[in-house]
């Protein structure tokens, strides 16, 4: 294991930034902050009538770390995947996220911290499967 | 009004995954490599820290019948697992091991992340769009 204290503690802090993201969205606009569902809400055959606020949601999402990069530090972004796993995995991680209702933003962190029974097992079956992924690629395909 | 906390929490929500540095694939897969020898927890500390605010803010809406701001609340959570969940968080676990990408993060290094990123989310809106059309003539 690769244990980094400060890694460690910009996770508690960052993971507590995202729970108070979550905690905005939930106490002010009364809805969960699932990545997938307000991004696919957007990208649907029909438009919500919550789309304004679905897009100014993404918006932010996406500015923050700019803004981060030019005053603070730009972060690392590595991505060491093939191009035709990159495009396998995004098509795979869209369809999945809406077949199963849920990311790990809405499941892993909105569901279970209310501990939805649902989000629980969602969030234990892709954890599994990612990792058995991960370990296929490392010690099969490699 | 709620645009403004939308794009507010959306602010929040992608500072939180630089610090944490979810944004960054490579750290991802480094806490789902379980079995390389090298594994890097940072994941569970970000889990750890998101579940813990959360926690509380599902703990002020349970003696409430609205949001603070006087929106409805989200339905009480279901136990039916079906399926429709459990197929899609395996397909979802499929995508995200390959890449180390979930929709948060994607979003999140639209602008920084360069033609890699843009290739995942181009093809990640494209899976979400198949599943609409899919969705609607099921």
Do not use: Q
């Amino acid at each position: 294991m690769n244990f980094v204290l400060n890694d460690a503690l910009a996770g508690l802090a960052g993971g507590a930034l995202i729970g108070l993201a979550a905690a905005i969205l939930l106490l002010g606009n009364g809805r969960i902050a699932g990545i997938s569902g307000i991004l696919g809400a957007l990208v649907n055959t029909s438009l919500p009538a919550t789309w304004r606020e679905n897009l100014l949601f993404v918006a932010g999402l996406a500015a923050a770390p700019v803004a981060y990069a030019a005053f603070v530090a730009r972060p690392d972004i590595n991505i060491t995947t093939s191009v035709p796993l990159l495009i396998a995995g995004g098509l795979l991680v869209g369809f999945g996220s809406r077949l199963g209702s849920g990311c790990t933003s809405g499941h892993g962190v909105c569901g279970m911290s209310r501990l939805s029974p649902r989000s629980i097992v969602s969030t234990l079956t892709f954890m599994a499967v990612a990792i058995a992924v991960v370990a296929v690629m490392r010690f099969v395909m490699a | 009004m709620r645009s403004i906390v939308a794009l507010v929490s959306g602010l929040v929500f992608g500072v939180g995954l630089v610090v944490s540095d979810m944004i960054n694939p490579a750290r991802v897969r480094g806490f789902l490599d379980l079995f390389g020898g090298d594994w890097d927890p940072t994941l569970a500390f970000v889990m750890g820290g998101a579940l813990a605010v959360m926690a509380v803010a599902w703990i002020v809406t349970s003696s409430r019948s609205d949001s603070l701001l006087g929106h409805s609340l989200p339905a009480k959570p279901s136990s039916n697992i079906d399926a429709r969940l459990l197929g899609g968080a395996a397909v979802f676990g499929l995508g995200w091991g390959m890449v180390g990408l979930c929709p948060g993060p994607a979003i999140a290094g639209l602008f920084l992340g360069g033609w890699p990123v843009l290739l995942f989310i181009a093809a990640m809106v494209a899976g979400m769009m198949a599943f609409s059309l899919v969705n609607r003539t099921a």
